[in-house]
T-cell receptor, first 109, second 112 residues
Framework: GQSLEQPSEVTAVEGAIVQINCTYQTSGFYGLSWYQQHDGGAPTFLSY????GLEETGRFSSFLSRSDSYGYLLLQELQMKDSASYFC??????????FGKGTRLHILP | NAGVTQTPKFQVLKTGQSMTLQCAQDMNHEYMSWYRQDPGMGLRLIHYSVGAGITDQGEVPNGYNVSRSTTEDFPLRLLSAAPSQTSVYFC???????????FGSGTRLTVV
């Protein structure tokens, strides 16, 4: 089987930095993705890591450690519009993409 | 505009009725998937396809059928609707390589 664990909720202050962790158990691991979803909207793709290390895209960065089956999404200079749910997702060798249950990010002014 | 188009956006069914959720993409993507989203459950994979003529089951396939006769279209059929299938359904597609899914806007289905 496969499973992904991420915190259900995280709270941070506007302008600060927040890290959302994701641990996974799966066979045939290819890569880890992150998606953002605002209330009532569809998920949108943020980043993908296939190799160990940090990928940076503007204010967002994503990290992967294959040996630890662990990754995180780092959001810097938080803005109120970053209030959303964030999902990690694993891509397997059979090309299935399985999502975690999501982390709801609350941002305080 | 290029993207993934889902129809209908809203649907109410009676228990036992059947229907088809439509999904079409115009990006020539090989990979397409159907997910359902329920509160606190994240996105759960129903069925997916790696190309025309090829489909496979996901995490929660029971009660649903799919077919992929063309690259563009990936309809999801509910055979006999049950209240447990009340959910938001998302269709998604992606191309080759390390790219993420593009999601449709979703179908909100209520089974009474």
């Amino acid at each position: 089987g496969q499973s992904l664990e991420q915190p259900s909720e995280v709270t941070a202050v506007e302008g600060a930095i927040v890290q959302i962790n994701c641990t996974y158990q799966t066979s045939g691991f290819y890569g880890l993705s992150w998606y953002q979803q605002h209330d009532g909207g569809a998920p949108t793709f943020l980043s993908y890591n296939a190799l160990d290390g940090l990928e940076e895209t503007g204010r967002f960065s994503s990290f992967l450690s294959r040996s630890d089956s662990y990754g995180y999404l780092l959001l810097q200079e938080l803005q109120m519009k970053d209030s959303a749910s964030y999902f990690c997702a694993v891509r397997n060798r059979d090309d299935k993409i399985i999502f975690g249950k999501g982390t709801r990010l609350h941002i305080l002014p | 505009n290029a993207g993934v188009t889902q129809t209908p956006k809203f649907q109410v069914l009676k228990t036992g009725q059947s229907m088809t959720l439509q999904c079409a993409q115009d990006m020539n993507h090989e990979y397409m998937s159907w997910y359902r989203q329920d509160p606190g459950m994240g996105l759960r994979l129903i069925h997916y396809s790696v190309g025309a003529g090829i489909t496979d089951q996901g995490e929660v396939p029971n009660g649903y059928n799919v077919s992929r006769s063309t690259t563009e279209d990936f309809p999801l059929r509910l055979l006999s609707a049950a209240p447990s299938q009340t959910s938001v359904y998302f269709c998604a597609s992606r191309g080759q390589g390390p790219y993420g899914y593009t999601f449709g806007s979703g179908t909100r289905l209520t089974v009474v």
